[in-house]
């Protein structure tokens, strides 16, 4: 009996309740905000990383290391408290830099729309801290057990090391916060990149219209092959398979299988036969704030790493900029992660309030991006499978069948506004193998590329004043569905549309336009003919 008391009291030394109460407060609120993002790995890791401090503190019988290491804890759960309970999400580099981005009137904005009484939980969360400092260490006054201190330093090394040794200690081994840390100081360089300042080029562009909305919504790696729009087997998309006012191109493919030169192409004059640098080149963003429009971008993709960060320096431009996945710290974790379309969903409704008569709304959704699992929330879980490639299959159909809910209530919201002249574009900046060739998953490829991986939806949708406005581009529309088209001809294409002349525009470009041409050899990126 005394050695069990002796472990005990050991043990409350180890971990004594007031400092555990300061760690993982935080995270149990994070638990009952938004249980998707919560991950059950930070309490292991944080039960792990304690010992490091507070054993060196038992072993020199220091008051003040005891509160050195409670003061830290306690400005560190401070800060993940308050975040969690305004963003909605545990602390990352990406979000710390979005916030970085708002000016002063937009942080008065944000905490009106934010702030809650749920922020009230700061107080008892500082009276905490006050009693752990009035809390007399239990080594002062107890015996302790070498035997435990040994086993749990020797368990906590062991972990730590086992992760350094892996090469994963800090995406798997260390408390969130030292990861936003950690992640911040390796990716200055890319931050600092993001940060620079950028404008748009001015240049020729006019328009005729008194008042336009041009919507264009970027997908992410959607295969059109998985939707029963365009015939798939499962009904993944029957909010748009009910439609009768979508204009559905079956023949469109990406020019290539990747986002950044996907995206970068299809937003300006750059195409395959006529590659211009991304410094040089005109974009759409130009030419839409050129013919004065007001420019709005709106992505649920992360706004930093290596496969973002072009992309966003280009979405800078734009008058309005906001970025609602702040759930990952870089482009890479935020795959693995959730960041439900769903989120662009209001600040698109507020875009659309704006007072301005000429309005350009890209909104860059995360889409159909592997991890699948991660693209929908458990409602949508419908599809099943029967082993591990069968249930890829189905979370990559699941995320379909999300990703047809998203598009179609954007539809919905624009139907409100159909005495306004609205035009509606959705496209994925490129396709996804899921096993539908070479027995591969991904968008990946060695020597020839899958025609899934650049199979790509097309899907416009007019209000009915764009159609009675405009009932010549509306008959071409309907008489070129079937006609072969690479995304990267979008600049003209959405220029066209959007009635904006300008000397960059090529009418032959334009699937949108009756002298189209249609004759265009589709030499993709591996160098071969797509239709041969």
């Known amino acids: 009996m005394k050695r069990i008391n002796l472990i005990i009291k050991t043990i409350n030394i180890i971990y004594p309740l007031p400092l555990i109460l300061l760690v993982f407060s935080p995270i149990l609120i994070g638990f009952f905000i938004d249980f998707d993002l919560f991950d059950s790995r930070i309490i292991a890791i944080n039960l792990v990383w304690i010992p490091i401090f507070t054993i060196p503190f038992i072993l020199l019988k220091t008051r003040f290391g005891y509160h050195l290491i409670s003061t830290l804890y306690f400005c560190i759960?401070?800060?993940e408290l308050t975040h969690w309970i305004i963003i909605k999400g545990p602390l990352t580099t990406t979000s710390l830099l979005v916030i970085s981005n708002t000016n002063l009137q937009e942080s008065f904005e944000f905490f009106n729309l934010k702030g809650s009484i749920f922020l009230l939980l700061l107080f008892p969360y500082i009276y905490i801290y006050i009693k752990t400092l009035q809390n007399k260490p239990y080594h002062f006054q107890s015996n302790i057990s070498p035997y435990i201190i040994g086993i749990v330093l020797l368990f906590s090394v062991v972990f730590i090391g086992e992760n350094a040794l892996n090469s994963r200690l800090i995406r798997k081994g260390v408390p969130q916060a030292a990861k936003v840390t950690f992640s911040f100081i390796h990716n200055m360089k890319l931050y600092k990149e993001v940060n620079q300042d950028v404008k748009p080029k001015k240049i020729n562009a006019t328009h005729t219209s008194k008042q336009q909305t041009v919507v264009l919504v970027i997908g992410e790696s959607c295969n059109r092959n998985h939707m029963s729009l365009y015939g798939a087997k499962r009904r993944t998309t029957p909010k748009l398979d009910n439609r009768s006012d979508l204009f559905t191109f079956k023949n469109v493919v990406s020019p290539y299988s990747n986002t950044i030169n996907s995206v970068l192409t299809i937003l300006s004059e750059s195409d395959l036969e006529n590659k211009i640098s991304f410094k040089k080149n005109i974009d759409i963003i130009d030419i839409f704030h050129s013919a004065n429009f007001k420019t709005f971008w709106i992505s649920n993709q992360n706004p930093v790493g290596v496969w973002d960060n072009q992309i966003t320096i280009f979405a800078?431009?734009?008058d309005h900029l906001k970025f609602v996945n702040t759930t990952s710290n870089s482009s890479f974790e935020s795959i693995l992660n959730s960041s439900?379309?769903?989120?662009?969903?209001?600040?698109?409704?507020?875009?659309?309030?704006?007072?301005?008569?000429?309005?350009?709304?890209?909104?860059?959704?995360?889409?159909n991006h592997s991890s699948y699992v991660k693209r929908y929330p458990s409602s949508f879980n419908i599809f099943k499978g029967y082993d591990d490639k069968s249930k890829t299959i189905a979370e990559y159909d699941n995320s379909i069948l999300y990703n047809d809910f998203i598009v179609d209530s954007l539809i919905k919201t624009l139907e409100k506004r159909e005495s306004e002249s609205?035009?509606?574009?959705?496209?994925?900046?490129h396709g996804e193998n899921v096993y539908d060739e070479f027995d591969n998953v991904g968008h990946d490829y060695s020597t020839e590329l899958p025609k899934s991986n650049v199979e790509i939806p097309f899907l416009v949708w007019l209000s009915e004043n764009y159609i009675n406005l405009n009932p010549q581009i509306t008959k071409t529309l309907h008489e070129n569905l079937n006609l072969p088209f690479i995304s990267d001809n979008l600049f003209?294409?959405?220029?066209?549309?959007?009635?904006?002349?300008?000397?960059?525009?090529i009418k032959e470009k334009s699937i949108f336009n009756y002298d189209y041409n249609d004759s265009r050899k589709r030499i993709l990126e591996d160098g071969k003919d797509y239709d041969r």
């Open 77 to 79: 759960g401070m800060i």
């Open 316 to 318: 800078k431009k734009s």
């Open 340 to 367: 439900y379309d769903s989120k662009i969903l209001k600040p698109f409704e507020s875009a659309l309030l704006d007072s301005s008569n000429n309005k350009f709304i890209v909104l860059h959704l995360l889409g």
């Open 422 to 429: 609205i035009s509606f574009i959705y496209l994925s900046d």
């Open 492 to 505: 003209h294409s959405i220029m066209d549309l959007s009635h904006i002349k300008s000397p960059y525009f």
